[in-house]
């Protein structure tokens, strides 16, 4: 279910990652285990305690209606090589899976389907976007998720594991597994489960940018001098959003173009369509955010220059006013010699008469302006 050529013979290369935000994927244990679901005919079941990765393949190639899938919460470096090994996967993608730090992407290493994908979660009081990486592999008859930031598509801390939870149907491994009908469809059946309820996860997001948005506005209108901060970082976070979404966008696509050359189900196709439609609606919501928050922060930029010239006119109003003053008592303080007015009865009474006229003048002048 890919479009992209074998990539054996391909030059090592490294992809951008996007920025990481809010919470830090954190260290897992050793110890933490993963998940394995042997799956019948669409009807999961968990796998013997003692069940290996190799066990799974073999399962899973007893029979045409068999799959094997493999959950990672917290995915380590041995489980990757184990996993690696047992797969017998390309040295790049080994690197891959080991190193993270992906933007979306569809690769294909001989009859190995690879994935990257990644979720968003919006942290309302932080007014961020918690983004989460996910790889997945897919091959006849098994799929591999690995949580690479140690957290589930709703924020799970992947580290927070027991033996009884190992061996018991979970919350997040029943988001892949929920359907039976749908598994019947093989392993593409869980790549179609975790893209929906991404995508269906980027709506939460997008309420929330929503909310700060129109925050923003009534704050742009109301003076306050600290909007311009805000605006910026919520530019940002709508950015990253939109280069989360444009990727993905390019996955959906091609996994679309692989339809016909992966012989993919009808009804599993319909199903990716639709993930792709609610999808381009996501990210055309997104772009529209972006340009609106682009011209609140013109109208911002603009509404904090017209307060400025108030202020300056003000500013300059007052300087006149006081200019006449200053220049009438500075004349008279040179203290030249021949000087006649120094010495007039009422020449004193006439400089500050003065003074009080010219201001009086001038403010009325620039009150009338509505400079003041």
């Not at 997104?286 to 972006?290: L, S």
């Given at each position: 279910m890919v479009t992209q050529e074998n990539k054996s013979t391909a030059?090592?290369?490294r992809l951008a990652p996007l920025r990481r935000r809010a919470a830090t994927a954190v260290q897992a244990p050793a110890d933490v285990p993963h998940l394995m679901r042997y799956v019948t005919d669409g009807h999961p079941a968990v796998a013997p305690q003692e069940a290996t990765v190799a066990d799974g393949l073999q399962f899973a190639s007893g029979a045409d209606d068999r799959m094997t899938m493999l959950f990672y919460p917290a995915p380590t470096p041995d489980a990757i090589t184990e996993l690696a090994d047992a797969w017998e996967l390309h040295p790049l993608l080994r690197e891959d899976l080991l190193h993270a730090h992906q933007r979306p992407k569809v690769d294909r290493y001989g009859d190995v389907l690879f994935l990257v994908v990644r979720s968003a979660r919006y942290i309302d009081e932080d007014e961020d976007i918690d983004f989460a990486e996910f790889h997945m592999l897919v091959r006849p008859g098994?799929?591999?998720v690995l949580c690479q930031d140690k957290r589930w598509i709703d924020g799970t801390d992947g580290t927070d594991f027991d033996e009884e939870e190992v061996m018991s149907s979970t919350r997040r491994e029943r988001t892949?597994?929920?359907d039976e009908n749908l598994l019947r469809l093989g392993p593409e059946a869980v790549v179609y489960r975790l893209l929906d309820a991404i995508v269906d996860g980027y709506v939460p997001v997008l309420h929330g940018l929503a909310v700060d948005k129109e925050q923003?506005?009534?704050q742009v209108f109301s003076g306050d001098a600290a909007v311009a901060e805000r605006i910026y970082r919520l530019s940002q976070e709508v950015i990253d959003m939109q280069h989360t979404t444009s990727s993905m966008t390019e996955v959906l696509e091609a996994l679309s173009a692989g339809f016909g050359k992966y012989e993919i189900p009808d009804q599993l196709q319909v199903y990716l369509e639709d993930v792709s439609d609610h999808l381009t609606r996501t990210h055309t919501k997104?772009?529209?955010?972006?340009e609106s928050l682009s011209q609140i922060l013109s109208v911002n930029s603009t509404l904090v220059a017209q307060r400025q010239n108030e202020d300056m006119k003000k500013i300059s109003g007052w300087a006149a006013i006081l200019f006449a003053p200053t220049l009438i008592g500075a004349i008279y303080g040179m203290n030249f010699d021949n000087m006649p007015e120094l010495h007039w009865t009422f020449g004193y009474p006439l400089a500050i008469g003065s003074m009080v006229a010219f201001a009086a003048i001038l403010y009325w002048v620039f009150k009338r302006s509505k400079w003041m």
């Open positions: 030059a090592p290369r098994a799929v591999a892949l597994l929920a923003i506005e009534r997104v772009g529209e955010y972006r």
